[in-house]
């Protein structure tokens, strides 16, 4: 086990620097000078060869990057280009918003997806079974915006229960309006990923009730969904965390388009704006944090899976 | 995938259909518009602004610069099918290039192309899609080229797995073998066998780049102007949402019927080029069936033997006097309205041990699960079964619950299945004296570790902390024995539980049960399609055949006098294999005096 989750961090940090030089090269494409856009249409060529010269601009690529690099590693995305703020602490800043939006989108999906889909598992030849199952197919074709945008209609303009858009500008100093913006933000979210959750929770839990040690379990004295509760879910939850680490990505992207929605001042935003001014420093740092969102995530899922499963333990080390 | 027999399977899967109407409407309202639409989209007229639906020729109303509404949807069709269609194009040959790729003898190739999927794989496709759209324009080139990388190194993923697991098939192996190159064997055998996973992929892509496409539009990275997209509908409508909600509603429906529409061909797609789901599609329960076509190739002779009736005044219990502990009175089981056991009649004395035989299909397994309520899902159950003078038929699983593992336990036919992957051996055995004996986790442990030494396993207090899979399937058939008999059940039903076995660890086997049901003085029903198996350790046998019960009485008249030809076949049968069952046999295979 040690020996895997060595070599599989190995293959992490690996696939970090991949990741690295993969943003840095695909910013790279981006026209337009950086120097020009900040000088404003007043500079003159020398003042533009200052800032390029601040900004580094006038370096070979393989210098700029190793120094990019350099920060990152210490923790320091760089700086914007735009107006010179610091990447790392507005992304902070900005993590405040997504963070709890992606984090309690994603406790609401399986807090639905996974009772209801061994429901629809264990009662899949009745109708709750297949309306269950209907149901999640609809939510999986259902756009993320548009859902944000119907929930809007309803809570927020028909019965005003909820503010339609926006963020507190005192953050989470205020905490009860805080929560109250994120709550139609988070609901949406997590319809979207619950309903594509709910569709693998139920496979993995059809698969295993036709498993023969299920049938043992219930030879034992257990009943047909005691023994999907003891033995089932275990058993179900490879096939699903595999599925989770995939949709961590999907989640993500469904966070940039939800802020959109609700006028979040959340790092999808950002990401938004930044691609609009084109700052690259900035872009390059928000890709690349959510590329090893993503990255770590992988790295997290094929630890529990050995976790759970002594089988891939012993083939692994 | 052979002819158009798919694409029979697809028609007549009502998902499916719904799936290709869905698709069907996006495609002719694309091209449609590419030659009408009631008004030009783009054009604004800022006299009919607002304009309710249904009112001055605008089906669905007009917007706040007066561009007709259906006008727009139909023209949105295009950028989503457009996008959809090249994303898929640009998908399918990165996916298979690079899976191909990552399959190449060369090992620093393949290693290091598997490495790039994964890290690309962690790019989402609408951040690379947004700076495509940054740098060279928003267009539908760039919202498919970063869906199409995107999807690809996923397609690609999957590629990969099926390429390895169809290059391990016999049949490229022994194409490869009998010298075919390797671009020959991927052309000619790998590819044609990886094409329903990469179909059912491709259309996954479909609906994952026309969701993309009305992100991207929404966001503001689409294509520019005159071209017309639902997702820019929503961004157009968003500000007017509590004036005109139903505006919000038109282009949003348009996108989730679309992706709807690719997801639901998708899957029946699968299923349709699946020729195992395909099948138990077509023709549900034939597994189960009352097969004709037996092991004992006695069909023809026996025709008109399957149907006579047992008489039970003659050959019923031992002992008149002591009541029965099992009693299965009329039994029938249908399955899909199909009677697979046909009003069976059997009981066992406390005690003995009765051999249930017959060859498979012939409803002797369906008729022992049923005492415990262990029948499969759509098999319904009716007449009478009594253990201990109590009904069973017609509780609720919660009080079938408290019986199973209690009074009746059951050993599997398979002990590499039947035992849960993920838990230790001594938890399982635990489990039943949990439940029933209200143990503690630690009784309950120290008991396992007695009950596995009961069986036979060495070393039990290691043995019961060791997973499954270290077990052999001899060692895993004594953990079945130990879990089945931790409670001392009245009624001990093993199915088959030999059959997996190799023939000296089925002796082995054969020999735990006999003596721990001889010792608990448990009742025994031994179902086996052989014979030889059951001679040595049964009273009585009981033969079935086409769900019915045919023969039945003791070990001895039946193995000597076997009235019903099926019988005598099956003897036949036993003869032929290796040991004996009138006398010969190993010490505990002999016939009871």
Not at chain 2, 528 to 551: S, W, Y
Request: hydrophobic share 50%.
């Amino acid at each position: 086990m040690t020996v895997f989750v060595v070599r599989r961090l190995a293959l992490l940090v690996l696939a970090l620097f991949l990741a690295s030089l993969l943003a840095f090269a695909l910013l790279r494409l981006l026209p337009g000078d950086a120097a020009a856009a900040r000088g404003g249409i007043t500079a003159d060529p020398a003042q533009l060869r200052a800032i390029r010269h601040e900004l580094g601009l006038d370096r070979s690529l393989a210098e700029q990057y190793r120094s990019w690099l350099g920060g990152v590693l210490h923790g320091d995305l760089g700086r914007s280009q735009l107006n010179g703020t610091s990447v790392t602490a507005e992304l902070g800043e900005k993590l405040r918003v997504t963070g709890p939006l992606v984090l309690a989108a994603l406790a609401l999906a399986l807090a639905g997806a996974v009772p209801l889909g061994v429901l629809a598992a264990l009662r899949h030849r009745t109708r709750l079974g297949t309306g269950i199952s209907t149901v999640g197919q609809l939510g999986i074709a259902l756009p993320t915006l548009w859902v944000g945008l119907l929930l809007v209609t309803v809570f927020a303009v028909e019965a005003r229960l909820l503010p339609a858009q926006g963020f507190p500008v005192e953050g989470w100093s205020a905490p009860g309006e805080a929560a109250r913006s994120l709550v139609l933000p988070v609901v949406t979210l997590a319809l979207s990923e619950g309903a594509v959750l709910l569709r693998f929770v139920r496979s993995a839990a059809l698969d295993v009730l036709g498993r023969d040690f299920l049938r043992t379990a219930r030879a034992s004295g257990r009943t047909r969904a005691g023994a999907l509760w003891r033995h089932g879910l275990r058993n179900a939850a490879g096939p699903v965390l595999s599925v989770l680490g995939v949709q961590v990505a999907a989640l993500l992207v469904g966070a940039v388009v939800v802020e959109k929605v609700f006028a979040l001042p959340g790092v999808g935003s950002m990401l938004v704006a930044d691609v609009g001014n084109r700052d690259m420093v900035k872009v390059q740092g928000e890709v690349l944090v959510v590329v090893a969102v993503v990255l770590a995530v992988g790295f997290l899922v094929d630890v529990a899976q050995r976790l759970i499963d002594p089988r891939l333990r012993e083939t692994a080390s | 995938m052979t002819g158009t027999t798919w694409w029979r399977a697809l028609l007549r899967d009502r998902n499916g259909l719904l799936g290709l109407v869905l698709v069907g409407t996006l495609v002719v309202a694309a091209g449609v518009s590419w030659v009408w639409t009631p008004y030009d989209p783009a054009t604004t007229d800022l006299k009919a602004r607002w304009v309710l639906p249904l009112r001055d020729g605008h089906l669905l109303g007009t917007d706040m610069l007066g561009r007709d509404q259906f006008s727009l949807l139909l023209a949105g069709a295009r950028e989503t099918l457009a996008v959809a269609v090249l994303a898929t194009a640009i998908a399918s040959v990165v996916g298979v290039a690079l899976a191909l790729a990552a399959t190449l003898p060369t090992r620093w190739v393949s290693a290091s192309v598997a490495q790039l999927v994964d890290v690309v794989i962690a790019f989402p496709a609408l951040l690379t899609a947004m700076i495509l759209a940054a740098v060279f324009g928003g267009s539908l080139w760039t919202a498919a080229t970063a869906v199409g990388i995107a999807s690809g190194v996923h397609v690609a993923r999957v590629a990969r797995a099926e390429i390895d697991r169809v290059r391990g098939t016999d049949y490229v192996l022994a194409a490869t073998a009998a010298g075919s190159g390797t671009w020959r064997t991927v052309r000619r055998h790998v590819l044609p066998n990886i094409a329903s996973t990469l179909i059912v992929q491709l259309s996954l892509v479909m609906s994952v780049a026309s969701l993309t496409e009305a992100m991207l539009a929404y966001l503001g990275y689409g294509s520019p102007a005159p071209a017309v997209s639902w997702g820019r509908m929503l961004y157009d409508q968003q500000p007017y949402i509590e004036a005109r909600p139903l505006l919000v509603v038109w282009p949003g429906l348009a996108v989730a019927l679309s992706v709807l529409g690719f997801n639901l061909l998708g899957d029946a797609l699968r299923d349709a080029t699946d020729p195992k789901v395909r099948g138990a599609k077509a023709g549900s329960g034939a597994a189960v069936g009352a097969g004709s076509a037996g092991r004992v190739g006695g069909g023809a002779q026996a025709a008109g033997a399957a149907g006579a009736a047992v008489d039970h005044s003659s050959t019923g219990l031992a002992g008149d006097a002591v009541l029965p502990v099992l009693d299965i009175r009329g039994l029938t089981v249908r399955i899909n309205g199909r009677t697979v056991v046909d009003e069976v009649d059997l009981s066992l004395a406390p005690g003995e041990r009765v051999g249930l035989i017959g060859e498979s299909g012939s409803g002797k397994s369906l008729t022992a699960l049923a005492v415990p309520g262990l029948l499969p899902d759509g098999a319904e159950a009716s007449g009478s079964i009594r253990l201990a003078g109590r009904e069973l038929l017609g509780l609720r699983e919660r009080e079938l619950a408290r019986v199973r593992g209690d009074q009746v336990a059951v050993v599997f036919q398979e002990p590499s299945t039947a035992l849960d992957p993920l838990r230790r051996v001594g938890a399982q055995i635990a489990e039943p004296l949990r439940l029933h004996r209200g143990m503690t986790r630690r009784q309950a442990a120290a008991e396992a570790v007695e009950l596995v030494r009961r069986v036979g396993l060495p070393d039990p207090e290691h043995a019961v902390r060791s997973w499954p899979h270290q077990l052999s399937g001899g060692q895993r058939q004594r953990v079945g024995i130990a879990i089945a008999l931790a409670c001392r059940p009245a009624v001990l039903i093993a199915d088959e539980p030999t059959t997996a076995l190799d023939v000296t660890v089925q002796r082995e086997i054969l020999g735990l049960l006999d003596e721990l049901t001889r010792e608990e003085e448990t009742a025994l029903l031994f179902i086996t399609h052989d014979l030889a198996v059951v001679a040595g350790v049964a009273d009585r046998v009981a033969v079935m055949r086409g769900g019915r019960l045919i023969e039945e009485g003791t070990t001895e008249e039946v193995v000597r006098a076997p009235r019903e030809p099926y019988t005598k076949d099956l003897l036949a049968a036993a003869r032929a294999t290796a040991f004996d069952p009138t006398g010969n046999a190993p010490e505990h295979m002999a016939v009871n005096p």
